[in-house]
């Protein structure tokens, strides 16, 4: 898997360090509130894990598994429920964990789809932003990284399901990612 690394974009310590951040930035918007945490998945899996260990508040997690109609190079704004959250949300804050956004198409839907169960309120944090991928603007309240037009895997992002355990964030080699 190494050997198809091309760079290293984010390294492990650069991510935790980031993630202590913004931590501290949750911490102090919700003061002491308590956070109902909805990972998307798969791609959040360690960055949930990591920002709930680090997170001085008191927080639950859900999770909630979409998946878009046809291809991911494909987007066309149709998102599909594949699991849905466990429990009701209404009257809790809750806090969208995605390990990217892209088009944005993915948490406009889940955004309008949550909204309709009466939280007490919305916020998303994204450990990647690519604004210049973006189709429908989103209220990115914390983010980690912005990156531009790059595609990477590790850290939870996979290409073709794989790459995902990489412990950092890397670019594919061209032979192996076309992308
Ligand atoms: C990725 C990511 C977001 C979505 C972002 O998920 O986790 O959910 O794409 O793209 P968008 O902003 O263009 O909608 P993916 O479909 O790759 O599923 P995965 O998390 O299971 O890898």
């Known amino acids: 898997m190494l050997k198809d690394v091309e760079e290293v974009v984010f390294s492990e310590a650069q991510i935790q360090e980031r993630i202590k951040k913004l931590c501290e930035e949750i911490a102090d918007a919700y003061e002491k509130k308590p ?3 909805v990972g998307i998945l798969k791609g959040c899996l360690f960055f949930m894990a990591d920002l709930m260990r680090k997170l001085d508040i008191p927080v639950a997690i859900d999770f909630i598994s ?3 109609y046809g291809p991911s190079t494909e987007k066309t704004g149709a998102v ?4 849905d959250l466990d ?3 209404q009257d809790k804050h809750v806090l969208i964990i995605e390990d990217v956004v ?4 993915t948490l406009g839907y889940l955004l309008r789809n949550l909204k309709e169960r009466s939280p007490a309120s919305l916020q998303v944090c994204s450990l990647l932003d690519k604004p210049d991928y973006r189709i429908v603007g989103i209220p990115l309240q914390f983010k980690g990284f912005e990156l ?3 595609f990477v895997v590790g850290y939870g992002l996979d290409y073709q399901g794989k790459y995902r355990h990489l412990p950092f964030i890397a670019s594919l080699k061209k032979e192996i990612c076309p992308l």
């Open 80 to 83: 599909k429920i594949l699991k």
């Open 66 to 68: 979409v998946s878009s």
């Open 148 to 150: 531009g037009k790059k």
């Open 102 to 105: 892209d088009t944005g198409l």
């Open 35 to 37: 956070v109902l945490l």
């Open 87 to 89: 429990t009701p949300i």
